[in-house]
């Protein structure tokens, strides 16, 4: 299993671009998370999702938006990119509810 | 609400000492929690979770419902255990709430 991919894994936007990061798992996970990482300020949740399906917001959601239309994909999308957003974003899943979060390898995003 | 704090952000120690990492939490329900660890340019990992009561690469860590802590702890850091720790507090809906992460540096 590759378990949780990435990409990009880095990408520089300029203010007011739009992109969609993307996140796969083969795990066949039913929970699926975006969180970011900002220095000093550990990970907030963005959105997570249940199933597909089935999405919610986290901490901070605002300027994003998030698809599950299959089991294995988790896109996360920013519609227009503000230097706020400037982090490193992090995709995770779980099979279980009480099972452990894997987490992929990050996407570093500059917004400039 | 929820909250898990680190109160230090840095964390120093020379090979061989002990350690300890900590972890305080406020949450109204039953706790979940969890020790992350991500090393250098790595992805996050699960290091140990409370419920399995274990001991992964020399760390433990007891949960203190009474002090509402979580520390982690190890007799004797190795350079190797230079990494970014962060505690986290699994509640409702399967969602994780982290702290704000400790950088340790274990010195030669």
């Known amino acids: 299993n590759a378990g949780v991919t990435q990409t990009p894994k880095f990408r520089i936007l300029k203010i007011g671009q739009s992109m969609t990061l993307q996140c796969t798992q083969d795990?066949?996970?039913?929970?699926m998370y975006w969180y970011r990482q900002d220095p000093g300020m550990g990970l907030k949740l963005i959105y997570y999702?249940?199933?597909?399906?089935?999405?919610d917001k986290g901490e901070v959601p605002n300027g994003y938006n998030v698809s599950r239309s299959t089991t294995e994909d988790f896109p996360l999308r920013l519609e227009l990119a503000a230097p706020s957003q400037t982090s490193v974003y992090f995709c995770?899943?779980?099979?279980?509810?009480?099972?452990?979060?894997?987490f992929g390898p990050g996407t570093r995003l500059t917004v400039t | 609400a929820q909250r898990v704090t680190q109160p230090e952000k840095l964390l120093s120690v020379f090979k061989g000492a002990p350690v300890e990492l900590k972890c305080n939490y406020s949450?109204?329900?039953?706790?979940?929690l969890f020790w992350y660890v991500q090393y250098s340019r790595q992805r996050l990992q699960l290091l140990l979770r409370?419920?399995s009561r274990e001991s992964i690469k020399g760390f433990t860590a007891d949960l203190n419902k009474g002090e509402t802590s979580f520390h982690l702890k190890k007799p004797f850091a190795q350079e190797e255990d230079s990494a970014m720790y962060y505690c986290?507090?699994?509640?409702?809906?399967?969602?994780?709430?982290f702290g704000e992460g400790t950088q340790l540096t274990v010195n030669p």
């Open positions: 995770a899943s779980r099979p279980l509810d009480r099972a452990p979060e894997y």
């Open positions: 795990m066949n996970h039913n929970y």
């Open positions: 999702s249940v199933g597909a399906g089935i999405t």
């Open positions: 949450y109204s329900g039953s706790p979940e």
């Open positions: 409370h419920i």
């Open positions: 986290a507090l699994k509640t409702s809906g399967s969602r994780l709430t």
